[in-house]
């Protein structure tokens, strides 16, 4: 069984550019999180999505925005990159059903830099 | 809203000690409440969980117990390793948003030899 994967490892950018972070589910997960990670900090959660709809969103602003395929993978893009996007972005997968209780399956992260 | 705290690292412990690392939470209603253990360049990996009031999660010989009265999830294992060396997080399910995780700001754990 396939664990969470993402892609890049780690990326580099400059103010003002965009950038796409891509992740790909667990077999059988149909539910994916998009998770920030500040240097020292605990995870933030950005948005879920579940049947290629955004399922909820934390409090992140609308340069922040995702896709989920028919596959279940998923796609975070980030607009007008700014000094504090730089962060560890985690991608978790799980299956919708279950609720809440559900454990997460993150994967690695991409460490994102912008200078 | 919801929120976790937890106890500032890093925790620095003796191969062997007993390990406390305390967690309190504020939610509305009665959210599930979750140990992840984030291992260096790793992802986060769930360590253990407690549904609902006076459950135990146990995993690895690490337990946390779900308490209600204190609104509190302490980690605690009796005789740690130098493999347990990570950092340890804390998390609850905001019942507003469905599946999403609030974790708290982590502790780092040092086991020595």
């Known amino acids: 069984e396939t664990g969470v994967t993402q892609s890049p490892t780690h990326l580099i950018k400059t103010r003002g550019q965009q950038v796409t972070l891509r992740c790909s589910s667990q077999?059988?997960?149909?539910?994916v999180s998009w998770y920030q990670q500040a240097l020292g900090q605990g995870p933030q959660f950005i948005f879920q999505y579940y049947r290629e709809e955004e399922n909820g969103r934390g409090n992140f602003p609308p340069r922040f925005s995702g896709l989920q395929f028919p596959n279940y993978s998923s796609e975070l893009n980030v607009n007008a990159l700014e000094l504090d996007d730089s962060a560890l972005y985690l991608c978790?997968?799980?299956?919708?059903?279950?609720?809440?209780?559900?454990?997460?399956?993150f994967g690695p992260g991409t460490r994102l830099t912008v200078l | 809203g919801n929120s976790v705290t937890q106890m500032e690292g890093p925790v620095t412990l003796s191969e062997e000690a007993f390990l406390t690392i305390n967690c309190t939470y504020t939610?509305?209603?009665?959210?599930?409440l979750f140990w992840y253990v984030q291992y260096p360049g790793e992802g986060l990996q769930l360590l253990l969980k407690?549904?609902?009031?006076?459950d135990k999660g146990s995993n690895k010989g690490f337990e946390a117990t779900y308490r209600k009265e204190t609104t509190s999830f302490h980690l605690e294992k009796g005789s740690v390793q130098v493999s347990d060396s990570a950092v340890y997080f804390c998390?609850?399910?905001?019942?507003?948003?469905?599946?999403?995780?609030?974790f708290g700001t982590g502790t780092r754990l040092l086991v020595s030899p």
């Open positions: 407690a549904t609902k009031a006076d």
């Open positions: 978790a997968s799980s299956p919708a059903e279950g609720g809440p209780n559900n454990e997460q399956f």
């Open positions: 077999s059988g997960h149909n539910t």
């Open positions: 998390a609850l399910s905001d019942l507003t948003s469905f599946q999403k995780l609030v």
């Open positions: 939610a509305t209603g009665y959210p599930s």
